[in-house]
Structures are given as C-alpha cells and as structure tokens.
C-alpha cells in the first residue's frame, strides 16, 4: 500500500496515457475550480481536544436508514472502462467489502445489470436526463429492478464544461486516430493490452441499452453531447417520482435558495457539488457553500457534499460544517488507474485509516458527534457572521 492518495495519483499519470489521466485529473478551462475544491479543505483548521477515552471509535455513518463503515459514497464517475477494464464492477466490489454505497453513473462502461451481477451490497443510480425522457425511464425501471436503493439526478450538465485539455489532446468519443494519439497510446503498452483484453475503446453500454441504439460510440456520444434535456425544471422531480420508489437525491446543488426549493419539491437530500470542478470554472467550492445550505435546510434534508476530498481529515471537515456524508470521485479512480482493484481497495483503507486517526487526535469517539467545535476558534467565528 502506498502512503497516500497523491502517491495513488503519481502512478495513475504513470500509467495511462496522457489523454485518458487528463480526462480523469482536468477540470474546466484554467483548473481554477478544481484547485478552490482542494484548498477549501486545506484551510479549515482544527481544534482538537485531549484526555478524552478514544479506545475505540465508531466512524460509521446512517444514510437513509443503512449503517455504513463511515460517512462516504463511492460517487458517481463515467467513462471508467478508460482506465480499468469492468471498472464499475471493481469500483462496487471495493465500495461494498469496504462498508460504503457505490453510486453508479447513467455514463458507466458496465450494464447495471452486470455490476448487480457481482455484488448484492447497496447501489444508487446516478442520472442524466436526454430529450428523449424514454430513456432515463428506462434507467430507472431496470436500476429498480435490480434494488438499487437511492436515485441521484444530476442538474448541472446541460452542455458539457469547457475543458481545455480535451481539446489540446483532441479527446472525444469515439476516439479519433491520430499520430499524436498513436504515440500516447504506444508508450503504455500495458494500458493497451489490457483495452485489447476487454475488445478496444470502453462503451457506454448503459446508455446503448436503454436508449436502444447500436453498441456504437458514436452514436452513445450523441446521445450524451447533443442530446440532453435542456427543459428540466422542477417539474421533473415529481416526474421521477413516478417513475422511482425510494430516496432521490439532487446533485449540482450551489446556493442556498436551490436547496430551499428543492426541499419544496419534495426531494430526500441534494449534493452540493460543482462536478469536480468540471463545468462552471468560476462557480464556489460546495464546501465553502455548505454551512449555509446545512442551516437553511439541514433539518429537512440529507446534505451531501463532494470535491476535493483527498483525506480523511478532508471527511472530517465536511461531517463537522454539517454534511451527511461525502461522495469520492477522483480518489478511488486513481486506486483503479494506478492498481486496478486493489489500487481502489488501497485508496478506500487509507482514507477509513486516516478518519479514525483524525476522530483519536480530536478527541471524538463518535464520528455522529462531529459538528463545529472540532474546528478552530477563528473559523468558528467566521461561521458565525455568515
């Protein structure tokens, strides 16, 4: 195991060729976005107490009525299969044995289906919503069928983000062969063998299947890059609902008044979250943004928060301004770019090692108990003029 998330990181831009780690590493335009997401938690500070019994902690967390090890989702991530062959069933298998919710992507490389197939531990459906409705309809009748627990419609894509090294690398689906391309791709030969091994570029057969369209990346493509529903509003979530029994979620949740509303509409919880600094390069870090939405409707509905967590200390911070739980997306990618299963494995049992640390050095034995007085007294004022 190696010492740290970066380390995991190190390896993965190691190992895949350069197109394929931008995509997973990159954010929108400059990186601006991403860089505030990992600051947010670098500048909270501590205050931690001692002479406190901390022989043994609890880091378990209750999300919608399921103990899980500790308060963390494997978040929803697409195009997987770029970086490890059946990624999503590697990603779900390591999320379960290590206690956590897999939330799997409507953008996966592997059916719902065939991650079901492996393992009968908790998942929740991630979903984007194309014109043609039909065919997230379809999404949820087949995740529902197969008991996944929780629906997660995703509201900040209705055009993708510029991302500038996208097009510096020419990446886009299906991939176009180019001498540059050739190269990047030559100089990982063991990347290559193991694309060969699962039959070339990774599909997104989730889609293919719902949508009814051939097992073709082009037309897949289509359906994510000109196709989506640029008329949701509201009145989708009671759409959803009858189409979804059990908790749904609203994920690209950045102000105070969305929140506010999406209590009135009728949703369970939201994740704030800016897409992993993805689409809107000058929007805030969700957690900057969190204090704020957990007072205005904390008590109403589960807030989730993701981006930029890189420790356990990071989920520390985020369960103590209020959240429920946290969803890791780059993190568990860079476990599965640089090791495959037990790459993603690694990066899970650092982060559970590194948050039990973080609650001894604290002083709390319960990871429920968190809340703002593990945090210093200069921030604690700050959240006070909020």
């Known amino acids: 195991m190696l010492p740290a998330i970066k380390d995991y990181r190190a390896q993965a831009r190691r190992r895949l060729p350069r197109f394929a780690f931008d995509y997973l ?7 601006h976005g991403l860089a505030r997401n990992v600051a947010a938690y670098q500048q909270l500070i501590f205050s931690p107490r001692i002479l406190r019994d901390v022989s043994t902690v609890d880091a378990s967390a209750t999300l919608f009525g399921r103990v899980h090890s500790m308060p963390a989702v494997v978040g929803p991530t697409g195009l997987n299969g770029l970086y490890w062959p059946k990624a999503e069933e590697t990603l779900a298998l390591a999320a379960h044995a290590a206690g956590l919710p897999f939330a799997m992507s409507t953008a996966s490389t592997s059916l719902l289906e065939d991650v079901r197939a492996v393992t009968s531990g908790d998942l929740w459906l991630q979903l984007y919503v194309q014109q043609d409705r039909r065919i997230a309809q379809s999404m949820m009748q087949r995740a529902q069928a197969l008991g996944f627990s929780t629906l997660m419609l995703t509201v900040d894509t209705m055009v993708h983000g510029k991302r500038d090294h996208d097009v510096r690398n020419r990446f886009k689906m299906p991939l176009r062969i180019t001498p540059r391309l050739v190269m990047d791709v030559a100089t990982h030969p063991r990347w290559c063998m193991r694309m060969l091994r699962q039959g070339g570029s990774p599909q997104l057969v989730n889609l293919a299947h719902s949508a009814d369209v051939p097992v073709s990346m082009q037309a897949q493509a289509a359906l994510m890059s000109r196709q989506m529903d640029m008329s949701l509003d509201w009145d989708a979530i009671a759409w959803m609902r009858a189409h979804w029994r059990g908790p749904v979620l609203l994920k690209g949740v950045l102000s105070v008044a969305d929140a506010q509303l999406a209590r009135q509409y009728g949703v369970d919880g939201v994740v704030l979250s800016n897409h992993g600094g ?12 969190l204090p704020a939405v957990v007072d205005a409707v904390g008590d109403k509905l589960e807030v989730f928060v993701d981006g930029g967590i890189r420790r356990g200390d990071d989920i520390v911070k985020a369960r103590a301004l209020g959240a429920k739980a946290v969803l890791l997306g780059r993190a568990p990618l860079y476990g599965l770019a640089a090791a495959g299963p037990q790459g993603v494995a690694d990066v899970l049992q650092i982060l559970r090692d590194e948050f039990e640390v973080a609650l001894r050095l604290l002083g709390v034995p319960l990871a429920a108990q968190l809340d703002a007085s593990v945090l210093s007294d200069d921030h604690r004022q700050r959240l006070a003029r909020l």
């Open 25 to 31: 590493d990159g954010g929108a335009e400059d990186g």
């Open 278 to 289: 993805r689409q809107l390069e000058s929007a805030p870090s969700p957690l900057e943004i």
